[in-house]
């Protein structure tokens, strides 16, 4: 009703971005800026859809205008700094596009590997996206690739992390003497990874841990001998973890040893659902998620049981 109402594009802005459409929302938050320059908030979300489009110099520019006038905007200094960092490691990055992934990496990396990459991310965007009932999230979803050592530089992360999805896919290439990791480990790492941003995309961040680390292993390699018999001695030992005490990403934290066992047990936990009760209802755990309800009310609306029976479950077949 009111043209010039900035407001209006703002909020849609910030809907288009939670729906992964950023070209709708540059343009929306574009706009609001043109209608009310300086509003702090068009421009940190105009921030946001640059940094998400991998367009790390605009989103600085937008973030460091907001900073200027409010150095103590909530979570944005860190942000920045992230920003920042991940510039000073990829700005000489070079760029290749397929129809859905958006991929930057090193120049040393030879154009053969660069096709594997693409291939092994196509097959997972069919894949994984079949696997989970027909989702298939809009394109661009990016993939930052990195040497061991630039990898370590922009995400801050230890040697035992082997990728991560923080909005964008971001993985290591090489390990930490320089090699390539064999095509096996990087298909394992890419479809992992792959897993997070389907789910995501159905239930944006209102996952917990276990769920969405459990779903990802599930759907990228299966339970070995060793693994097996290391859930056999955490239950025997009573060292497992309530789901409760999975829930929160302060788990990733934890030392690499312990951390392995959150692993282990959410990849069983998850197995044991996808089994048992198969795929729809694991959609549509994930569905009354992305609704946001609460996780146990969640599952219980759609298991019909609680967590301490899912955890009764899980160590019983491991005992
Ligand atoms: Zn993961």
Redesign the pocket.
């Known amino acids: 009703m009111d043209p010039q109402n900035a407001s209006p594009f703002i909020q849609l802005g910030s809907y288009y971005l939670r729906i992964d459409d950023l070209n709708a929302a540059i343009q929306r938050l574009e706009t609001a800026i043109q209608l009310k320059p300086g509003d702090l908030d068009a421009h940190e979300l105009l921030g946001h859809a640059y940094y998400r489009d991998n367009d790390l110099f605009s989103a600085r520019a937008q973030w460091d205008y907001v900073l200027e006038i409010e150095p103590k905007r909530k979570n944005l200094a860190a942000l920045y700094e992230k920003a920042f960092r991940e510039e000073s490691v990829e700005y000489d990055f070079n760029r290749w596009k397929s129809r859905h992934f958006r991929i930057s990496y090193p120049q040393e990396v030879p154009n053969s590997l660069r096709a594997n990459v693409f291939s092994i991310l196509d097959r997972a965007y069919i894949d994984i996206g079949r696997q989970m009932g027909g989702v298939f999230p809009p394109p661009p979803i990016h993939v930052i690739l990195y040497l061991a050592d630039q990898f370590s530089e922009a995400t801050q992360l230890e040697g035992h992390i082997g990728a991560v999805?923080d909005g964008k896919i971001r993985s290591p290439l090489t390990d930490f003497e320089g090699a390539w990791l064999p095509e096996d480990e990087l298909r394992r790492r890419l479809t992992?990874?792959y897993v997070?941003v389907v789910a995501r995309h159905i239930a944006g961040d209102n996952v917990p841990w276990w769920l969405?680390?459990g779903l990802?292993e599930t759907l990228s390699r299966s339970l070995r001998d060793g693994d097996v018999n290391r859930l056999r001695e955490m239950y025997a030992e009573g060292a497992a973890f309530t789901l409760y005490e999975l829930e929160d990403n302060q788990i990733n934290k934890q030392p690499p040893t312990t951390l392995r066992l959150a692993y282990l047990q959410s990849h069983a936990t998850v197995e044991l659902l996808w089994n048992r009760f198969g795929r729809a209802k694991m959609m549509a755990f994930l569905n009354a998620l992305g609704s946001g309800m609460r996780y146990e009310e969640a599952f219980q609306t759609t298991y019909r049981r609680t967590f301490a029976i899912l955890e009764r479950d899980v160590a019983a077949m491991y005992r």
């Open positions: 999805y992992h990874e997070h969405n680390e990802a």
